[in-house]
């Protein structure tokens, strides 16, 4: 009655049809699911300031905690972290240094 080739193709516009379902609520989901991140840095203390080879050279203290259970949900599995540090000098009128890095992965 059927052919197989009718009975693959109506198989075949189901599959696209539930994966289209699928990217709908996927991007769907992205207007509720809105990451808020809460993030406290508090500076312990300067270590040293200091001339070094004509550049000044600084070690900062401090205490960073950050709460990134807002971020992570069932769409997120790699979440890249990263401190950076900008200031200016008299030399350089804007410098950009990242501090660290770390690669948080969710199980």
């Known amino acids: 009655m059927h052919s197989l080739y009718s009975r693959l193709n109506a198989l075949f ?6 994966l289209s379902v699928v990217i709908a ?3 769907i989901s ?6 808020n991140p809460k993030v406290s840095l508090k500076f ?3 270590r ?3 001339p070094l080879r004509g550049n000044e050279v600084i070690s900062v203290y401090f205490d960073l905690d950050a709460d990134l259970r807002s971020v992570f949900h069932w ?3 790699h979440l890249y972290v990263s401190v950076v540090v900008s200031y200016a000098t008299a030399k ?3 410098f950009l ?11």
């Open 13 to 18: 516009a189901f599959v696209c049809f539930v």
């Open 25 to 27: 609520l996927n991007i």
């Open 30 to 35: 992205t207007f509720w699911l809105v990451p």
């Open 44 to 46: 312990n203390r300067l």
């Open 48 to 50: 040293s300031l200091a």
């Open 75 to 77: 769409n997120t599995r």
């Open 92 to 94: 350089n009128v804007f």
């Open 97 to 107: 240094y990242t501090e660290a890095n770390q690669n948080l992965f969710f199980s």
